[in-house]
């Protein structure tokens, strides 16, 4: 068959199929939005919307082959026989790929034909392929890889994470903190939320250890998912987390597709350039994925979803990552800096407290008000200076956020330890019914002599202000008794502090203004001289 015929052949099998943006990134905003018409297009179709769906996605680390796998799963859903692998001389269509170093998948897509494939027990399902952003791009924040793999996760009945040469530490760890993101997500937490997954390593170098294929993944992947007692618990906890998450675990390991695949810039997925350990591996491959009999059909609390239900949960998921319902993930580093400099925080207010106890704690006397406001500046510069003293992650311009948090407390922090000050100060405690006494005082007096001159209105309107200070003064006693309508006795107190502080305080300073101090105090009366001083100056 010529090279023309193949590609022919091909675009016949493919049609007018293509790949489909279902979640568009926005790279400035750093957010996604769904694309409701094309997934309605693509799930709403009549001979699919009433199936159960099977859904297959691939996420994983940018440029790590994800679009190219695909293309070869996508051959093998239009051919669905054994020479689905292709001829030697076909190029790869399908999902966009190409080679290089700079990312080319934005999103999520999903191929535009949804396949209708009979299982062996002659139930029909709908099998949907989704392409999913690599992570850990440099365009990428930890949020957006964790909303996108969760959303891939989430949605997927299968979901293949895409490794290249073998498991890390830091690959579990990115695994555990991407499907605890999903799970946040979701309404429901199930024992297990999510269904298979599928850790497929390409470029494995190690065939002497673990060979190639399901078997030999299964056997390294149970040795690197063990939980041994003497492990580290952080490191027991990443392990037991995967295990609580997938209700199945699978492990396929890849060779490495040949130096022509990987160095050769025209490379268009033609057999005859790929390694025969490759192509021997991937035709083991793609049919464990979507053969018929190994189709897993996608559920949410146990009950199979159809095309249609998964369409609402999309819906239903995005709403969710587009809201700000949800923590936002950070880098290892970020998090790091923060609990760093909340310990510090933390340090150099618990050591402010300790002070301010000692000088105007629970079981100390009154101290000035005066007095007061200079121990706390000294105290909150001696805070401050034993936050900056401690060693902190994250940079200057990143912990003098944290410091102006720490010096927001301490300036809260003293607020309540001038009011508890306040409080053992007798008159202060008493200003509330001593207020009320003026005022009783004053519209008393206010209504003897307006009622004696005849201005009889406004002796009745003193005599009514009289009475509610005195009905207030009775609340107020009877609140501070009682504990009760605490509410009330506050708005008591808050009137009486405003009456004070307007009115009395100003008259009374206006008051000694114009009437010195010293001439309250009688002056000594000059002494007369005696008869016996007289006579000893004569």
Same mark, same amino acid.
């Given at each position: 068959?010529?090279?023309?015929?193949?590609?022919?052949?091909?675009?016949?099998?493919?049609?007018?199929? *293509?790949?489909?943006?279902?979640?568009?990134?926005?790279?400035?905003?750093?957010?996604?939005?769904?694309?409701?018409?094309?997934?309605?297009?693509?799930?709403?179709?009549?001979?699919?919307?009433?199936?159960?769906?099977?859904?297959?996605?691939? &996420?994983?680390? =940018?440029?790590?082959?994800?679009?190219?796998?695909?293309?070869?799963?996508? *051959?093998?859903?239009?051919?669905?026989?054994?020479?689905?692998?292709?001829?030697?001389?076909?190029?790869? @269509?399908?999902?966009?790929?190409?080679?290089?170093?700079? *990312? /080319?998948?934005?999103?999520?897509?999903?191929?535009?034909?949804?396949?209708?494939?009979?299982?062996?027990?002659?139930?029909?399902?709908?099998?949907?392929?989704?392409? #999913?952003?690599?992570? $850990?791009?440099?365009?990428?924040?930890?949020?957006?890889? &964790?909303?996108?793999?969760?959303?891939? @996760?989430?949605?997927?009945?299968?979901?293949?994470?895409?490794?290249?040469?073998?498991?890390? /530490?830091?690959?579990?760890?990115?695994?555990?903190?991407? @499907?605890?993101?999903?799970?946040? &997500?979701?309404?429901?937490?199930?024992?297990?939320?999510?269904?298979?997954?599928?850790?497929?390593?390409?470029?494995?170098?190690?065939?002497?250890?673990?060979?190639?294929?399901?078997?030999?993944?299964?056997?390294?992947?149970?040795?690197?998912?063990?939980?041994?007692?003497?492990?580290?618990?952080?490191?027991?906890?990443?392990?037991?987390?995967?295990?609580?998450?997938?209700?199945?675990?699978?492990?396929?390991?890849?060779?490495?597709?040949?130096?022509?695949?990987?160095?050769?810039?025209?490379?268009?997925?033609?057999?005859?350039?790929?390694?025969?350990? $490759?192509?021997?591996?991937?035709?083991? !491959?793609?049919?464990?994925? !979507?053969?018929?009999?190994?189709?897993?059909?996608?559920?949410?609390?146990?009950?199979?979803?159809?095309?249609?239900?998964?369409?609402?949960?999309?819906?239903?998921?995005?709403?969710?990552?587009?809201?700000?319902?949800?923590?936002?993930?950070?880098?290892?580093?970020?998090?790091?800096?923060?609990?760093?400099? !909340?310990?510090?925080? &933390?340090?150099?207010?618990?050591?402010?407290?300790?002070?301010?106890?000692?000088?105007?704690?629970?079981?100390?006397?009154?101290?000035?008000?005066? /007095?007061?406001?200079?121990?706390?500046?000294?105290?909150?510069?001696?805070?401050?200076?034993? $936050?900056?003293?401690?060693?902190?992650?994250?940079?200057?311009?990143?912990?003098?956020?944290?410091?102006?948090?720490?010096?927001?407390?301490?300036? /809260?922090?003293?607020?309540?330890?001038?009011?508890?000050?306040?409080?053992?100060?007798? $008159?202060?405690?008493?200003? #509330?019914?001593?207020?009320?006494?003026?005022?009783? =005082?004053?519209?008393?007096?206010?209504?003897?002599?307006?009622?004696?001159?005849?201005?009889?209105?406004?002796? #009745?309107?003193?005599?009514?202000?009289?009475?509610?200070?005195?009905?207030?003064?009775?609340?107020?006693?009877?609140?501070?008794?009682?504990?009760?309508? *605490?509410?009330?006795?506050?708005?008591?107190?808050?009137?009486?502090?405003?009456?004070?502080?307007?009115?009395?305080?100003?008259?009374?300073?206006?008051?000694?203004?114009?009437?010195?101090?010293?001439?309250?105090?009688? @002056?000594?009366?000059?002494?007369?001289?005696?008869?016996?001083?007289?006579?000893?100056?004569?």
């Amino acid at each position: 068959m010529t090279r023309d015929e193949e590609e022919d052949d091909l675009l016949e099998e493919v049609g007018v199929a *293509r790949p489909v943006q279902i979640v568009v990134a926005d790279e400035e905003e750093h957010s996604f939005s769904l694309q409701e018409e094309a997934l309605e297009r693509l799930l709403l179709q009549e001979e699919v919307q009433d199936l159960n769906v099977v859904v297959v996605s691939v &996420a994983g680390a =940018f440029r790590k082959g994800k679009s190219f796998l695909l293309d070869f799963m996508l *051959r093998f859903m239009y051919k669905q026989s054994d020479s689905w692998v292709g001829g030697e001389e076909q190029p790869l @269509t399908g999902f966009t790929w190409r080679g290089g170093c700079e *990312r /080319e998948t934005t999103g999520i897509l999903a191929w535009s034909e949804v396949f209708v494939v009979e299982k062996p027990d002659g139930s029909k399902v709908a099998v949907l392929l989704i392409d #999913t952003q690599g992570a $850990f791009d440099s365009q990428s924040t930890i949020k957006d890889c &964790a909303t996108l793999f969760a959303l891939s @996760t989430m949605t997927s009945s299968v979901q293949v994470y895409n490794l290249s040469q073998n498991v890390q /530490e830091d690959d579990l760890q990115h695994l555990q903190l991407f @499907t605890e993101y999903g799970r946040l &997500a979701m309404e429901e937490v199930y024992e297990k939320p999510f269904q298979t997954l599928m850790f497929l390593i390409r470029d494995w170098s190690y065939p002497y250890e673990h060979p190639y294929g399901l078997e030999g993944g299964l056997s390294f992947l149970e040795k690197r998912l063990q939980v041994k007692q003497n492990q580290h618990e952080e490191l027991q906890n990443v392990r037991k987390h995967i295990h609580s998450c997938f209700s199945n675990i699978s492990c396929f390991l890849l060779p490495h597709p040949g130096l022509k695949v990987a160095t050769n810039p025209h490379f268009d997925g033609r057999l005859r350039d790929i390694d025969e350990e $490759f192509k021997k591996e991937l035709v083991n !491959l793609v049919p464990t994925l !979507l053969s018929p009999e190994n189709l897993v059909e996608k559920e949410i609390g146990g009950v199979k979803i159809t095309c249609r239900d998964l369409l609402h949960y999309f819906k239903a998921y995005m709403k969710i990552y587009q809201g700000e319902e949800l923590p936002h993930p950070k880098s290892m580093l970020q998090a790091t800096a923060e609990a760093n400099n !909340l310990a510090a925080v &933390a340090g150099a207010k618990d050591m402010y407290n300790k002070s301010m106890e000692q000088v105007c704690g629970g079981d100390k006397p009154y101290i000035s008000p005066s /007095e007061l406001e200079r121990r706390h500046t000294e105290l909150r510069q001696a805070s401050v200076r034993h $936050f900056r003293s401690v060693k902190k992650m994250g940079g200057e311009d990143f912990c003098r956020r944290y410091q102006e948090q720490l010096e927001a407390e301490l300036d /809260e922090a003293y607020a309540n330890f001038s009011k508890h000050n306040d409080g053992k100060n007798i $008159f202060y405690a008493a200003r #509330t019914p001593a207020t009320l006494f003026a005022v009783m =005082f004053v519209m008393y007096v206010m209504s003897m002599v307006t009622g004696f001159v005849g201005i009889n209105t406004v002796a #009745t309107l003193c005599n009514l202000v009289m009475g509610a200070a005195l009905t207030a003064l009775c609340i107020w006693a009877y609140v501070k008794y009682s504990g009760e309508f *605490r509410e009330v006795g506050g708005v008591i107190d808050q009137v009486a502090e405003t009456l004070w502080e307007q009115v009395f305080s100003k008259l009374f300073e206006v008051a000694r203004s114009k009437v010195p101090l010293a001439s309250l105090i009688p @002056t000594p009366r000059p002494r007369l001289a005696s008869n016996n001083n007289v006579k000893k100056k004569n």
